[in-house]
């Protein structure tokens, strides 16, 4: 028999990239869930402890040149993953802003596993935080049957001005800040169109 080869078919696209230029944009945001906070009541989601606001921050006006900014930060990503449908077939594919809401964890908060049900890629942007202040953490959707065979867990360690997309279906969590500070991110869906 010839070498055993293994085959590792339908991989899970998550596309990440970091904007350089981001502390301007990040005052901004952070005046912003300032003020926010101040104002109103935390939504109680997938957070356990700390501050989740409304997702509809996108349609707030008093967001909205820090949301035309983020948007500036997301959408080359979002017309690469356009631009792979067209090598595909599919050209004119476009992914447009579904909703966006911040998340305030302090020490000891998370956010339990979950899935975003109805959306296409959902992302998040690190506005205050550091590597060791609580990871993200995306489950294979293989765990069933490749659990003990490979790894089935994969975790991307905070880092301010760092984008990451990936498909809504994906299981993910945020582990507890286990830090004095607080750990601070905005969340978006993205929902997809294609031209048929
Ligand atoms: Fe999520």
Request: aromatic letters at 10%.
């Amino acid at each position: 028999m010839n070498d055993i080869t293994m085959m590792k078919l339908f991989p899970v696209p998550v596309f990440t990239a970091v904007e350089s230029d981001f502390d301007h944009l990040r005052s901004d945001i952070l005046e912003y869930i300032r003020d926010y906070r101040d104002t109103y009541d935390s939504e109680k989601i997938s957070n356990i402890g700390g501050y989740q606001s409304a997702s509809d921050i996108h349609q707030d006006i008093d967001f909205k040149n820090n949301c035309d900014r983020l948007w500036d930060i997301i959408s080359p990503i979002a017309q690469h993953i356009g631009d792979l449908f067209a090598e595909h077939g599919y050209p004119s594919t476009t992914l447009t802003l579904a909703n966006m809401w911040f998340n305030v964890n302090g020490k000891g908060n998370s956010n339990v596993e979950h899935t975003h049900p109805h959306c296409f890629y959902s992302g998040v942007i690190w506005i205050k935080a550091k590597p060791g202040m609580g990871g993200l953490s995306m489950k294979s959707p293989h765990e069933h049957s490749l659990y003990g065979m490979v790894d089935t867990l994969w975790t991307a360690e905070p880092e301010e001005g760092r984008v990451m997309l990936f498909p809504s279906f994906l299981p993910h969590s945020v582990a507890a800040n286990p830090t004095d500070e607080e750990r601070i991110s905005i969340s978006f869906n993205l929902h997809v169109t294609v031209p048929l």
